[in-house]
């Protein structure tokens, strides 16, 4: 009883950040998109390929998310399916399709494009979120918060190509980062995938400065690569926990008889 009081209290927390979050944007004044947003340091086209790093940049995306549904195919063969391993999947899913966009906008930056760019980050983002919030507060509310930044998500990137407001969307993307954070902060529900959820923000952490220091980045590596490009690759490593946790969690599903034993043999240990 004492545990699903405890779950409750969380839900309903997770509810009030989830409306402070939603009073924030409704409340607070438009800022635009930045004027020299789609500015970006290496403009070197490769191959014909315009902005060629800043596109290619964008494979690692594609390749985290195709080797994380090939062991979340591993795992749902061994263990049964659940909501958690549907938001994985989405979140695989969404690196592909953020792989796709990007590249799209890069070839020729505008705000058409970037808008395009960020559809593909919802989908990530919904499945990333909404898988953290299901290992820690119950999977009713991970599956809640995901469906929301499937439709707020878009709603957002409509509003500013609609307005010029650009709130709205950091609001989503800073908002569920510092909502992640919390998920870190709490312990996890029996049987949840065993993602290290602060090494997921720290991962974004260090992305979004390689982003902010993009033409710094450029001039310090003597035009080698920009902090842009960099921020690709390294934002993609934030699907390494997630990959690792599929691959224990598969691994323990085809072996639980080994897994049981090296916990038992590690719990005499201690």
């Avoid at 590596?221 to 690709?232: D, E, I």
């Avoid at 599929?246 to 639980?256: C, F, H, I, M």
Wanted: glycine fraction near 10%; hydrophobic fraction near 55%.
């Amino acid at each position: 009883m004492k545990k699903k009081e405890q779950l409750a209290k969380l839900e309903r927390l997770l509810l009030a950040a989830c409306m402070a979050l939603l009073a924030l944007v409704l409340l607070a004044p438009n800022i635009a998109q930045p004027v020299h947003q789609h500015a970006f340091a290496d403009q070197r086209m490769w191959g014909g390929i315009p902005f060629a790093m800043d596109v290619l940049s964008n494979l690692a995306f594609a390749l985290w998310g195709i080797a994380g549904l090939a062991c979340l195919y591993g795992l749902v063969k061994h263990a049964p399916g659940n909501i958690e391993h549907a938001l994985t999947g989405l979140f695989f899913a969404g690196l592909v399709c953020t792989a796709a966009a990007s590249s799209w906008y890069h070839l020729q930056p505008d705000d058409a494009g970037l808008g395009v760019d960020r559809l593909g980050m919802v989908l990530a983002f919904a499945g990333l979120l909404g898988l953290a919030i299901a290992g820690r507060v119950g999977h009713r509310a991970g599956t809640a918060v995901a469906a929301a930044v499937l439709v707020l998500g878009p709603l957002s990137i409509w509003f500013w190509l609609a307005s010029g407001n650009v709130f709205p969307w950091l609001v989503i993307q800073f908002g569920g980062m510092a909502l992640m954070l919390w998920m870190a902060a709490i312990t996890p529900l029996t049987g949840a995938l065993p993602v290290r959820w602060g090494v997921v923000v720290g991962v974004y952490a260090a992305a979004k400065l390689l982003e902010l220091g993009d033409h710094q980045i450029y001039d310090m590596t003597m035009h080698a690569v920009s902090g842009h490009s960099l921020k690709h690759v390294v934002a993609s490593f934030a699907a390494w926990p997630v990959v690792a946790a599929v691959v224990w969690a598969r691994n323990r599903s085809q072996n639980p008889g080994k897994i049981n034993v090296l916990n038992s043999n590690n719990s005499m240990a201690n």
